[in-house]
């Protein structure tokens, strides 16, 4: 029983370096989200998916980009990585109503 | 614009005692869900609890309830029982619309166990 899983646990980035984070799903949820947490902080939503092909803003989207082809994978991508993308990251997923289900998240560190 | 509102950054209760934890929230859509989730040191968000806006009753889910006044559009978390195993950061998170897509949190609150 899978549910939400993310790789890599851990990455160092250097500045200027691109790299994807990956996150898939086998509940079969339209709804899929990526968050950031700083330390000591709550969680920011950076983009969401309500389906397949379909993807929106959230409150943080600048230095992402995300795509959603199929209803499992929603990849997070970090173009140019910065100092201030060293943070946490989570995938969620949940059902169209309902609360999300996350995985255990990404600590990215950018030197 | 702030939709989720916790106003206790920390919060100590002794092992055994009731604690609540303080949620506010904003919304102008009639339809809303609101959760509740755990953080432990370890770092995993473990979903606790949910409460529809129009569900009649508080929701409860062992030693958690949240309690709900729409008025007063506040959320709640009530721990029975504390252990010390709940203490974590706790989160009260926000969905608008029947089928809203965006969820977001609250800023937290540390609570601390003692024994």
């Known amino acids: 029983n899978a549910g939400v899983t993310q790789t890599p646990k851990f990455r160092i980035l250097k500045i200027g370096q691109s790299m994807t984070l990956q996150c898939t799903q086998d509940m079969n949820h339209n709804y899929m989200y990526w968050y950031r947490q700083d330390p000591g902080m709550g969680l920011k939503l950076i983009y969401y998916s309500v389906g397949a092909g379909i993807t929106d803003k959230g409150e943080v989207p600048n230095g992402y980009n995300v795509s959603r082809s199929t209803t499992e994978d929603f990849p997070l991508r970090l173009e140019l990585a910065a100092p201030s993308q060293t943070s946490v990251y989570f995938c969620?997923?949940?059902?169209?109503?309902?609360?999300?289900?996350f995985g255990q998240g990404t600590r990215l560190t950018v030197v | 614009a702030q939709k989720i509102t916790q106003t206790q950054p920390g919060m100590f209760v002794q092992e055994k005692e009731a604690v609540t934890l303080d949620c506010t929230y904003d919304t102008s859509d009639p339809s809303y869900g609101l959760f509740w989730y755990k953080q432990p040191s370890s770092g995993e968000m473990i979903f606790l609890i949910y409460q529809g806006s129009y569900d009649q009753q508080n929701a409860t889910e062992g030693r958690y309830s949240l309690n709900f006044q729409k008025a007063r559009k506040s959320a709640n978390l009530v721990i029975s029982a504390s252990q010390l195993g709940d203490s974590a950061m706790y989160f009260c998170?926000?969905?608008?619309?029947?089928?809203?897509?965006?969820?977001?949190f609250g800023a937290g609150t540390i609570l601390r166990v003692k024994s």
């Open positions: 998170a926000m969905r608008e619309g029947r089928y809203g897509n965006k969820l977001v």
């Open positions: 969620a997923s949940s059902p169209t109503a309902g609360g999300a289900f």
